[in-house]
């Protein structure tokens, strides 16, 4: 059993990157009800960032430590979020245009950022360095690579700290507070405005750290995008959009689906290719509010 | 009287002008040769550096006279590595007056492209696509390749590893079409000869790993893994989860590893993979053209710049020989060409086409160089004997 | 009535001899732009309906336009099908599939309507690529073709006219559903279903006709296509082209037979027109124009056009 030890930390890592691009709807989601599909350029370009970061883009002088490199990939794309927000989003909110404007708006902003991230990074596969190394790291019966664990150790330091938030924090209330009602909240005091910058710039960020962790394992790829909005979404409607946690369990659910179709599955590889999809499909006819309900009610 | 400052200098202009203008070598009109490269989509990486390498041979040319005593005008277009964008490229070329057009995207859009040549009679060269259908599908007298077939990639590996005898083999590549296309040559190939393909596994685009794939190929014990992959990420995949899992195979790889960029994205993790190549960096012509490249870029070629480059000159080789600009011509010197060598292929090998063969690529004329050290290293092995 | 209807018709033949004539002049570059700008603007007139008058957000379009083209050529050329029975047989494959796709996922609200028909298309790419010899992998299906009609050889400029007709079809069948108590059914569901509802109008019977309409009519645009170029390929119908579609609808003005055909023929000639300036970076300047759109003049060209023109009418109107 080896063998599945190694599957389910690969599986487990990728349900991570997939969990964090969920979060990162929900980030936006809950507070704004927009869907933002941008998200997987910004993870993109922050994998760029992070390339850039580690000196092997644009900037050669530049070779950060680990944390420097991870928090300039932060700034960059919260402040690509924010931008976002006050220059697309925010107009459209604010003059009562109906919900699929800013969504349209946003798929605009993602070609937008697929041609830059393209102009920028080329059309190579750009790695930065892994801050742990690589090589076979084996913890029990579970066996993967240092940046395996990396990611699984970030991923849940994120969802823990997501969760605070919303749970704990004054910010957490509003942002639930804005979800639950608008009008509401609003005439409750809370300031709208600071709460869709602060949606998107989280998110934003949240987009970054997929992109650091992405950087380092398999490199920046300008076509990365699109496939991690896909898989963030899919992870999404799994797990479910009312709470923090089932982002988390939707992306972790769809890592082990397709990592074990991928091992298991008796159908050709071409084919394997479809399990993702169908399980989406599947969700959206089924149970198209994911697993996990939002708490109801609440002080 | 004083003449003034100004006359002198319009004078002194109009006699510069009258002077250069008697220069015959700039009095015809350029030759229009047309590329079709993909600059954004999914064939970007590999096309853009086989059209450096036409842009060097064109810049080579042109400063050596030209052809003819006409100098070589590069009409570049984009087709983002889509074949219907391609074919109407094609006809945007040959509207500009074209007199041969060279296609470096995607084999599929090659493909595409072809059905304009055959309609327009335009002669259409592929340098660097392997596609093994593309000069059979359509049958386009017009269209030649000069690429290494995948099936001449695949015997010459056979060969180079006849001595180890393996009887049970794996394939791996992902899910783009240039990899399925080599990959499915491959498989055919290895067991029509008798070998056994335990297991062809494929590796998404998007994928966030290949563990899964990889141990699949582990549990079903190969003896040796050919590498039929071009995507990046998954390139790393695949050797980040050929280590992990502690998998000692020998790796065989198509020429699609003789693109350096992955061993950045893959560092220290392909010591000894032996791959395909058709291009010998010690061979004399190549040495040239290294020289040249070196010159005018600064950095080291590789095989892709190296199939434009020949591609260019072998164009500009049937123009001469055809002694003129006309379609026919052209395409009737290029469908004669015999013994033709140039940058690219084993040392000995040629470049030889007939109206019933369009595929030039000498099929003893492929390499197995060997990486070490995160560098390609020499070639070791060369044909399919 | 009867001199009105005349009248109307002699339109559309006028515009079917207009715009296939006037293909007969054209060098081949210019032709081959031209034709796939009808079948485009073809594809934006049926995605127009679908996602601007009946707000439906799919994903599918380009995916039905290639399995129109898919389905025409596999049954005519690789079953070996007589034509007229391989054209009937797409279009009835499409619509059923079309069904199939359109009963659960119209139940599905904004973009996880969306979220569906992208995971339909992608399937859609991913079976034509597995489908081996049948559907002829991911290097697709060439070296066929339509065979002559009354001896003629519909090819080249002798084409535009079969183009022309799935496009004038396509307009009309779609003008016909719009300006009917249909079309103001579509436009109640898109604004307010449960008022539709109210109001009598079965809500996902509409929603399920429009779906099945749009598509089909986009399956024909692809059965067009297959035989424009003799090729077809998986690449040609992946899904960045569906962003470039609703764009088209976006800048040219949601909602607006008008807008889809300029929002169509804007963005699909500009392309070719700006790329000596800005070259591979056309998708760069329409996204950033989409953007601009939206927040600047959400009502699009027709918007905008509208504006001027009662500008006009209004300072003609001040005149002495």
Not at chain 2, 192 to 217: F, W, Y
């Amino acid at each position: 059993m080896a063998e599945l030890g190694e599957l389910l930390v690969s599986a487990v890592a990728a349900g991570c990157i997939y969990g964090l691009m969920a979060l990162a709807y929900l980030l936006i989601l809950r507070p704004t009800g927009i869907i933002n599909f941008a998200l997987g350029e910004w993870a993109m370009l922050g994998a760029f960032a992070a390339v850039a970061a580690s000196g092997d883009l644009l900037l050669p002088a530049l070779q950060l430590p680990h944390a420097a490199a991870f928090a300039v990939v932060l700034v960059v794309t919260g402040l690509i979020g924010a931008l976002v927000e006050v220059a697309t989003v925010r107009p459209l909110v604010e003059r009562g245009a109906p919900l699929l404007s800013p969504i349209l708006a946003l798929l605009g902003v993602l070609v937008v950022g697929l041609q830059v991230g393209t102009l920028v990074g080329g059309t190579e596969a750009l790695p930065s360095p892994p801050p742990f190394g690589f090589r076979r790291v084996e913890l029990g019966p579970f066996a993967g690579t240092p940046q395996s664990y990396y990611t699984i150790a970030v991923t849940l330091g994120v969802f823990i700290a997501a969760w605070v938030f919303f749970e704990r924090t004054i910010w957490g209330k509003r942002f639930e507070a804005v979800a639950i009602n608008r009008r509401a909240a609003a005439l409750m005091g809370i300031n709208l405005r600071q709460v869709g910058l602060l949606a998107f710039a989280a998110s934003g960020m949240v987009c970054g750290v997929v992109g650091m962790l992405a950087a380092g394992a398999s490199g920046a790829f300008y076509q990365m995008g699109l496939p991690l909005a896909i898989q963030g979404f899919t992870a999404l409607v799994i797990g479910g959009v009312g709470r923090v946690e089932g982002a988390l369990l939707g992306g972790l659910i769809l890592g082990l689906v397709e990592a074990l179709a991928a091992r298991y599955l008796p159908i050709p590889p071409t084919l394997v290719l479809g399990v993702p999809l169908v399980l989406l499909i599947l969700f959206l006819l089924v149970r198209p509010t994911g697993l996990l309900k939002a708490r109801e009610g609440g002080a | 009287m004083k003449v003034s400052g100004t006359l002198i200098r319009l004078t002194a202009g109009a006699v510069a002008i009258a002077a250069v203008s008697t220069l015959p070598a700039l009095a015809a009109d350029p030759i229009k040769i047309g590329v079709i490269t993909d600059e954004t989509g999914r064939a970007a990486f590999y096309a853009q550096p086989v059209t450096e390498g036409v842009k060097l041979a064109a810049k080579e040319i042109n400063a050596k006279g030209g052809i003819l005593g006409r100098q070589i005008e590069l009409v570049i277009e984009d087709d983002g590595g889509k074949p219907d964008v391609s074919a109407t490229k094609a006809r945007k070329l040959v509207d500009a007056g074209v007199v041969a057009f060279i296609s470096n995207s995607s084999s599929p859009a090659t493909q595409q492209a072809e059905t304009v040549s055959l309609e327009t009679k335009t002669p259409h060269i592929t340098p660097a696509n392997s596609g093994e259908t593309l000069a059979t599908e359509l049958k386009n007298p017009y269209f030649f390749q000069l690429g290494p077939l995948a099936s001449t990639q695949i015997k010459t590996l056979m060969s180079y590893t006849r001595t180890r005898k393996f009887k049970k083999v794996a394939v791996v590549g992902d899910n783009s079409g240039l990899s399925k296309i080599i990959a499915d040559v491959f498989e055919k190939s290895l067991k029509g000869n008798g070998i056994e393909v335990a297991v062809a596994e494929i590796i998404p685009m998007g994928s966030r790993t290949a563990v899964p794939q990889m141990q699949k190929v582990r549990a079903a014990e190969p003896e040796a893994i050919f590498q039929a992959g071009i995507v990046g990420p998954q390139m790393a995949q695949f050797f980040q989860a050929y280590h992990q899992l502690g998998m000692k195979q020998p790796i065989l790889a198509s020429f699609n590893l003789s693109i350096p960029s992955y061993l950045k994205v893959a560092k220290d993790m392909m010591e000894g993979v032996a791959f395909i190549d058709a291009y010998d960096p010690d061979k004399p012509k190549t040495k040239e053209f290294i020289a040249l490249y070196k010159k005018e870029h600064g950095d080291e070629p590789f095989s892709l710049p190296g199939y434009g480059y020949d591609g260019l000159h072998f164009i500009a080789d049937a123009i001469v020989r055809a002694g003129s600009t006309d379609k026919e011509k052209i395409r009737a010197a290029m469908a004669s060409t015999k013994g033709w060598s140039g940058v690219m292929g084993a040392k000995g090998a040629t470049v030889n086409l007939s109206d019933e063969d369009r595929r030039g690529f000498d099929p003893e004329g492929a390499v197995v160089r060997l990486i070490h050290n995160n560098n390609h290293g020499p070639a070791i092995h060369s044909g399919t004997k | 009535m009867m001199s009105g209807r005349l009248r109307s018709l002699a339109g559309w033949a006028a515009a079917f001899l207009g715009l296939s004539a006037v293909s007969f002049v054209m060098a081949s570059y210019p032709l081959e732009l031209y034709q796939k700008m009808l079948l485009v603007v073809t594809l934006a007139i049926g995605f127009n309906f679908l996602f601007g008058i009946s707000g439906q957000i799919a994903f599918s379009h380009i995916a039905f336009y290639g399995i129109g083209a898919y389905a025409v050529v596999i049954l005519s050329h690789r079953l070996g099908l007589p034509l007229a029975v391989a054209l009937a047989g797409a279009v009835a494959i499409c619509a059923l599939l079309a069904a199939v796709v359109a009963i659960p996922a119209t139940r599905l609200e904004g973009f996880y309507l969306a979220l569906a028909t992208l995971a339909f298309a992608q399937l859609f790419i991913v079976a034509v690529s597995a489908g081996g010899k049948l559907t002829g992998g991911d290097e697709g299906i060439s070296g066929y073709q339509l065979p002559p009609l009354f001896g003629a050889k519909l090819a080249g400029a002798a084409y535009t006219p079969v183009i022309v007709f799935v496009l004038l079809a396509t307009l009309g069948l779609i003008l016909r559903f719009d300006r009917s108590w249909f079309g103001r059914a579509c436009r109640a569901v898109r604004d307010n279903p449960l008022a539709a509802q109210a109001m009598g109008v079965d809500v996902a019977r509409t929603k399920i006709v429009v779906f099945v309409l749009a598509s089909t009519l986009a399956g024909v645009a692809g059965m067009a296509y297959a035989f424009l170029n003799n090729f077809i390929s998986p690449p040609i119908f992946e899904l960045d082209r569906i962003f470039e579609l609703l764009f088209m609808i976006v800048i040219g003005g949601t909602g607006r037979h008008a807008g889809a055909v300029a929002g169509a023929i804007l963005l699909y000639s500009v392309q070719f027109a700006v790329e000596p300036i800005v070259g591979k970076f056309h998708p760069l300047i329409y996204g950033l124009v989409v953007v601009l759109v939206i927040l600047f003049a959400p009502k699009g060209l027709m918007g905008l056009w509208d504006a001027a023109a009662a500008r006009v009418r209004a300072s003609r109107g001040r005149a002495p």
